[in-house]
């Protein structure tokens, strides 16, 4: 086997791509630019150096969703999470790392690993087209050069500097009691039913009182290095557009007509529509309702819209500097760019959200571009995993044309099949798992069907 893989970026994906195929045993040249090309954001020249936090989230393998992807990536030889551990803090329930340490570990592996070279120069443009086998994962900060060939390649459209991004709801915290599907004036369109949107209906004092809270509440500034990024007209976070009269959301967003609440005789003031945001339909997004509120603010006042006060929120909203492609219409189900399937795409860039989703998606683009060079059967995850699930959203589970960066969470899962979705109490009785339970329930299920995937390694090396 003479073939070299090409990592270009030695983020948490870059870097967790080429551990796991240096582990299969294939040659690998990882590129990395600092320190001799900086970022606004990065300060050394490390490996996986963390820019914005500390934490890696909860490592609760049982209830919590980016928990169980720690679990699952321990399983399969993870360098990210095995450095994590080493480099460990006191966070309580969460893993949080020194990230200096960090850094430094990871980087000191990837240098000692007998297959792996790191390059230290910037990959300015497209990569040669001798690199038959290559990763882009050179997340939100992609140099300019890559980004405008990367853009040119895949059309105008398909990249995004400029993170707009509206809160996502689980649907069953919805309250139809209150809510009703339907689409305005019961349109159908190409893919619809005439019910694809959950509205919530406000009248003109709750609307009020919402608008008055919205306008008062805290926002989070933009970072130096995204002041002078603009947003489009299209992407106006909802705050924005509040400021510029009573009635604006009322004839933007939040227009009432077209709709008819089955609850109630009296037509809605205002309407919140959400509209369906992945294939499973177990996760809607608030359409228009991209925000740069606090997260906590996000949680209070997006609670006082009709129907959604018990609302838990898969991803909360926000706006920033990000560089990321719109993968379920530009890759296929390995993370091969369609157009020019040399090229793969991991971490950031492809959508996912978060340094453990990043190192995951890494991950799996790293052995999924060992198995073509070592010409082995293409395996992937199960759809129940957390990587499975995963991958699944950013290569085609997502809507493509609402597409827009997502952390790991239990809505990304397929719903648990009737034989699995209940367990039998002491008395005899069939009860279904709910909330916490459902959740282990879930987290059981990917562990058990994640070890074929994670023992995958060991046989191919």
């Known amino acids: 086997m003479t073939q070299t893989l090409h990592i270009i970026g030695a983020g948490l994906a870059g870097s967790e791509a080429a551990w796991q195929a240096a582990q299969m045993g294939v040659r690998v040249v990882l590129h990395e630019m600092r320190p001799t090309v900086g970022t606004a954001a990065h300060k050394t020249g490390g490996c996986a150096e963390l820019v914005c936090s500390n934490s890696f989230r909860s490592d609760d393998k049982d209830y919590n969703a980016v928990g169980l992807l720690h679990e699952e990536m321990r399983l399969c030889g993870s360098l990210i999470l095995r450095e994590g551990d080493r480099a460990a803090v006191p966070a309580g329930g969460a893993l949080a790392v020194d990230r200096d340490i960090f850094s430094q570990h990871v980087t000191q592996a990837l240098e000692a690993h007998p297959l792996i070279t790191i390059d230290r120069s910037e990959v300015r443009g497209l990569p040669p087209a001798e690199w038959e086998h290559v990763i882009i994962a050179t997340g939100p900060l992609t140099s300019d050069p890559l980004a405008q060939a990367i853009r040119a390649l895949t059309g105008e459209d398909s990249l995004a500097f400029f993170d707009a991004i509206a809160p996502i709801v689980h649907t069953e915290s919805i309250d139809l009691g209150v809510a009703w599907y339907q689409s305005r004036y019961d349109k159908e369109g190409p893919a619809g039913t005439g019910k694809d949107y959950i509205n919530c209906p406000m009248d003109k004092a709750q609307y009020e009182s919402f608008v008055h809270e919205l306008l008062h509440a805290e926002y989070g500034d933009f970072k130096e290095w995204e002041k002078d990024t603009p947003y489009f007209e299209g992407c106006m976070p ?224």
């Open 238 to 461: 909802v705050e924005v557009m509040a400021l510029r009269g009573i009635e604006t959301l009322r004839f933007g967003p939040m227009k009432p007509v077209g709709l008819t609440n089955p609850h109630k005789d009296e037509r809605p003031h205002a309407v919140v529509q959400l509209r369906q945001d992945n294939a499973l339909g177990t996760l809607y997004n608030m359409v228009g309702f991209q925000t740069k509120m606090k997260y906590g603010e996000q949680v209070r006042v997006l609670r006082m819209i009709p129907g959604l006060e018990n609302a838990e929120f898969a991803r909360l909203g926000g706006l920033h500097r990000n560089t990321f492609i719109n993968s379920p219409k530009l890759l296929d189900d390995s993370l091969r760019l369609k157009v020019q399937p040399r090229l793969r795409f991991a971490g950031q860039i492809t959508g996912c959200e978060g340094y453990v989703e990043s190192a995951a998606v890494g991950l799996m683009a790293g052995r999924f571009a060992a198995q073509d060079i070592l010409d082995l059967n293409r395996a992937a995850p199960a759809e129940t995993t957390a990587h499975g699930g995963l991958l699944r959203h950013i290569t085609g589970g997502a809507i493509a044309e609402t597409f827009q960066p997502m952390n790991i969470n239990f809505g990304l899962f397929p719903p648990l099949r009737e034989d699995e979705a209940f367990f039998i109490d002491p008395r005899g009785k069939r009860k279904f798992y709910k909330g916490k339970d459902r959740k282990k329930a879930l987290s059981q299920r990917a562990l058990r069907d994640i070890a074929p995937w994670a023992g995958a390694l060991a046989d191919a090396a």
